[in-house]
């Protein structure tokens, strides 16, 4: 069974940065599937944020945060990153990693995706 920890959320001022990481367990190869980080803010449903492909040289980002955010892998360590810079108000929110049995590109698709992290809570002050 896959288990995902996220960890590095906190709360921080608008314009200010924040890093995510996701350490990946489990009977599988962490190389061979595509990762993603997604959020849920209050009342609102879970929208994709980033993903990556196995490799790490394929990435996918929502408009709202292209530019400010930034989505990497390390394989070794079987670990996902997401840096967040100039963070604003509106990217307040638990963020959640992800990856599927079939989740093999960098797709936000979430009907692709199997197994999920507790998530972190991020908060962001104006």
């Known amino acids: 069974q896959v288990q995902l920890v996220e960890s590095g959320g906190g709360l921080v001022q608008a314009g200010g940065s924040l890093r995510l990481s996701c350490a990946a367990s489990?009977?599988?190869?962490?190389?061979?599937?595509?990762m993603g980080w997604f959020r849920q803010a209050p009342g609102k449903e879970r929208e994709g944020v980033a993903a990556?492909?196995?490799?790490?040289?394929?990435?996918t980002y929502v408009d709202s945060v292209k530019g400010r955010f930034t989505i990497s892998r390390d394989n070794a360590k079987n670990t996902v990153y997401l840096q967040m810079n100039s963070l604003k108000p509106e990217d307040t929110a638990v963020y959640y990693c992800?990856?599927?049995?079939?989740?093999?590109?960098?797709?936000?698709?979430?009907?692709?995706?199997?197994?999920w992290g507790r998530g972190t809570q991020v908060t962001v002050s104006s």
């Open positions: 992800g990856t599927g049995r079939n989740v093999y590109g960098a797709t936000m698709a979430t009907r692709y995706y199997d197994y």
């Open positions: 489990g009977g599988r190869t962490f190389s061979s599937y595509g």
């Open positions: 990556i492909a196995p490799s790490g040289t394929t990435t």
